[in-house]
């Protein structure tokens, strides 16, 4: 692990916990850690890529059957085949046909109930196709292909979610009340439910509107140079590297610069970079700075939007201690085009080592 070295003196040595956000030792993110690390053991959901955890959120649906869907994709719903698993005597028999073995799979993709459900929805699934599919990959499979695809795929996923969740219901409705099991009450419920899901949410977007995300105009507050920072991290060397472009308010260069960084992060090559350029500026006899960058964790950070993690403590140190005397630096997050010229130098110190050179200026 590279840990940063602050050029000032202002920051005491100390030890840090890695896994953290802040460097402190946190039980229940060890507790999480063990958790992941047992599951990775076990093999769930091992082929499931992680941006399909992040895609089921965006799902339009009360977080109650998300939660559900989840549990789905974990495959930890309380089934009769996990709970005899586990020591708790059960019949085998699914509860909604009285014929097979009740698994996850069965009870919601291959048993006559859920076919039933299936065939009268107005989806269009067809169960005869899932014969050899899993519902954990056939439902992460549609949340891939369907999440960001117009209203009329986010009412496929609300749908489908749904008629899951009402299955699971009727299920229980079934083994604790006695109540004979009923595939077209699951389908009607489902399409009232979801029909008011989508008022719901519909309601709640017009009341809280999307804010107006159009350009702002910056106006310079005094900036005498604008400076822009990247750093570049090459996957096949396996190196990262860090480049700046100091230029006047005029347009002219005043400085390019570059170095080779090892195997650190291009999030830390960044930082070192940024306090590098303001260092030699402030040689150069300027004190108003405008930074460019296109991180937008480290200009939260110095927008004082977010607090800094144990990793940002040293440039947040190094800041304070140049703002001492006298330097003022504002960060403006920008996109990578902006500074493609820089990324650009930052790439080709990840190529050919390079301690540091000042490359021509114009």
């Known amino acids: 692990m590279h840990i940063p070295i602050p050029k000032s003196s202002g920051l005491e040595d100390k030890l840090l916990w890695k896994h953290s956000t802040s460097g402190e030792y946190r039980v229940n993110k060890a507790y999480s850690l063990i958790q992941q690390d047992g599951l990775s053991a076990m093999g769930h959901h091992r082929d499931l890529p992680h ?14 059957i998300l939660s559900f869907i989840c549990k789905i994709l974990h495959r930890t719903l309380p089934m009769f085949e996990i709970l005899n698993k586990r020591g708790v005597r059960n019949t085998n028999l699914c509860t909604l046909c009285n014929e097979e073995e009740e698994s996850i799979d069965h009870l919601f993709l291959h048993s006559p109930f859920a076919r039933a459900v299936w065939h009268g929805s107005n989806l269009e699934v067809r169960t005869s196709e899932l014969v050899h599919s899993s519902v954990d990959y056939w439902l992460s499979a549609s949340i891939m292909h369907n999440i960001n695809r117009g209203q009329d795929r986010m009412f496929f996923l609300q749908s489908l979610c749904t008629i899951l969740w009402m299955i699971w219901n009727h299920r229980h409705k079934v083994l604790h009340q006695g109540k004979l099991p009923n595939p077209m009450e699951v389908i009607l ?39 822009k920072g990247a750093a570049w991290r090459n996957r096949k060397t396996k190196r990262s590297g860090w480049a700046y472009e100091v230029k006047a308010t005029d347009g002219s260069v005043l400085l390019k610069a570059g170095e080779s ?19 030699k500026t402030k040689e150069l006899g300027f004190s108003k700075m405008l930074i460019l960058c296109n991180s937008k964790m480290l200009t939260q950070v110095c927008s004082k939007r977010r607090r800094p993690a144990w990793h940002e403590q040293t440039f947040i140190s190094d ?29 080709i110190t990840t190529v050919f080592p390079v301690h540091f050179c000042r490359f021509g200026l114009t």
């Open 189 to 227: 419920t489902a399409q009232s439910l979801v029909c008011r899901y989508q008022e719901a949410f519909q309601n709640k977007q017009s009341q809280h509107p999307r804010p107006n995300h159009s350009p702002r105009m910056f106006i310079s507050p005094g900036w005498q140079v604008i400076i």
């Open 51 to 64: 941006w399909v955890w992040k895609l089921l959120w965006k799902i339009d649906l009360p977080y109650k």
């Open 261 to 279: 960084n090892g195997r650190k992060s291009a999030y830390q090559s960044t930082q070192e970079a940024l306090i590098e350029a303001i260092c």
């Open 319 to 347: 800041l304070d201690q140049l703002n001492l005397q006298g330097v003022s630096v504002s960060f403006l997050f920008v996109p990578k085009e902006i500074i493609a010229d820089v990324l650009y130098m930052a790439h």
